[in-house]
């Protein structure tokens, strides 16, 4: 009787548990904390595309966000030793502007993301589509991924069904920033350079946007002597990081050592901010920019929204410097006033934002206001400086505006009175 041929089934089963359980552990042994908790908050189902996620996470003192760190893992190096670095921070739709940050700072830097719990898939594909096919990313930004307390992330962002669709480019897309010069990053810009025609400035539903602790997770993310914290739609002066890092060598911060050294960390490197119209080319020097300030087509930052917010900068002095040479000096040095907000390079020490502050309204002003009280000098630089990249007009801001700012106005009020008490030595009010 000749032998039964030997069923392929039984085999084939084991092959198949075999490679679920290899699935599984996979799975359990992923960094990050969502993948090992059997139980809590709201759980974001994880999708095909293994993506390490995060360091670690914690809950913010409020207990309202949770804060991931190194969101994918980042090639930067952040041991001791890091002198500079650029904090920002901005909400998915905004994220498209990183690639035109990243080429004009040309060094490391960090990124608070604010993703709504629906906007966290988009948010994880981004992220990954930026690091593979974006120059840069990978090696020098590292990002902290901030959501509602209620998320949990997946252990791996799932891949849209849609997508290679999605990454389909449209030249009208670019047409209120620089146009990004890599077509595979340029591919992968697409959906972001779509989500943010579908949103307003700060229009997050019932949410709040909570820049000031975004702004606090972005710099505490970066372990380096100096800090630049911008906003995400604001591009400095080419060159920025290396022309500072030469200043720094030159002694242009002040002695290292002895009784001065105290005074050169309670000094403000302040960049003057302008903005120029949506159909200018961002000017790369100081030169490039004074062609187009005496035309018109650049002009002091909120020069119609509120011009006492950056007067004391006294952009006509700045503007009209004679020039002393390519690299960086301070020209001059400022008292704060109510209510200036400038931007500025500082040492990491700095007192943080008070998170409180969320939307808009008083969130920079009450930061500035407490460096102002705490002794700060503001020393304001040649040769660098900010745009933003169009004409800040009332009419974009979302309807909400003027309640948000009534509502921080008022802790504004009550923050200046808690400074007394904590800086009960300094004669210094605002």
């Not at 906007?119 to 096919?133: D, F, I, N, S, Y």
């Amino acid at each position: 009787m000749p032998p039964r041929p030997r069923s392929v089934l039984g085999p084939l089963a084991a092959l198949l548990l075999l490679l679920a359980a290899v699935q599984l552990l996979y799975l359990w042994l992923l960094p990050g904390p969502g993948s090992r908790h059997r139980a809590g908050p709201r759980r974001l189902q994880p999708g095909p595309a293994a993506l390490p996620l995060a360091r670690d996470s914690r809950l913010d003192p409020s207990g309202r966000y949770r804060l991931y760190r190194d969101v994918g893992r980042s090639g930067l190096g952040l041991g001791p030793g890091l002198e500079l670095g650029l904090a920002t921070h901005t909400s998915v739709h905004n994220l498209y502007q990183l690639p035109a940050l990243l080429r004009r700072w040309q060094g490391p830097a960090a990124v608070a993301l604010f993703a709504l719990a629906d906007e966290v898939p988009q948010a994880l594909l981004a992220l990954r589509a930026l690091q593979l096919h974006c120059p840069g990313v990978r090696d020098t930004v590292t990002f902290t991924l901030v959501t509602p307390s209620g998320v949990r992330l997946p252990a791996a962002p799932a891949a849209s069904h849609g997508e290679q669709e999605e990454h389909r480019w449209d030249p009208r897309l670019e047409s209120d920033t620089e146009p990004e010069p890599h077509p595979p990053c340029r591919r992968a810009l697409a959906p972001l350079h779509r989500l943010r025609l579908r949103h307003k400035n700060y229009a997050l539903g019932n949410a709040s946007y909570p820049n000031n602790l975004l702004r606090n997770a972005a710099r505490q993310s970066l372990p380096s002597r100096y800090v630049l914290l911008i906003d995400m739609d604001m591009l400095p002066s080419g060159g920025l990081h290396s022309l500072f890092l030469e200043f720094l060598r030159a002694g242009g911060a002040g002695p290292s050592r002895g009784p001065r050294a105290a005074a050169a960390d309670r000094t403000l490197f302040v960049l003057p901010a302008l903005e120029i119209r949506h159909s200018r080319r961002v000017p790369w020097d100081k030169a490039e920019l004074q062609r187009l300030y005496q035309v018109a087509e650049v002009r002091p930052f909120y020069a119609e929204l509120c011009p006492r917010c950056q007067a004391p900068t006294n952009y006509s002095r700045w503007i009209n410097l004679p020039a002393g040479g390519p690299g960086l000096r301070v020209a001059y040095t400022r008292h704060w006033t109510d209510p200036w907000e400038p931007f500025y390079i500082s040492r990491t020490t700095v007192p943080p934002y008070d998170e409180r502050f969320e939307q808009y309204g008083f969130n920079r002003i009450s930061q500035a206001c407490e460096l102002h009280v705490a002794g700060y000098t503001f020393a304001v630089l040649d040769n660098a400086f900010l745009i933003h990249k169009g004409f800040k007009l009332a009419s974009e801001f979302h309807p909400q505006k003027d309640e948000e700012n009534r509502r921080n106005r008022i802790l504004f009020r009550q923050f200046k009175q808690e400074l007394k008490v904590k800086y009960p030595d300094s004669p210094r009010r605002c």
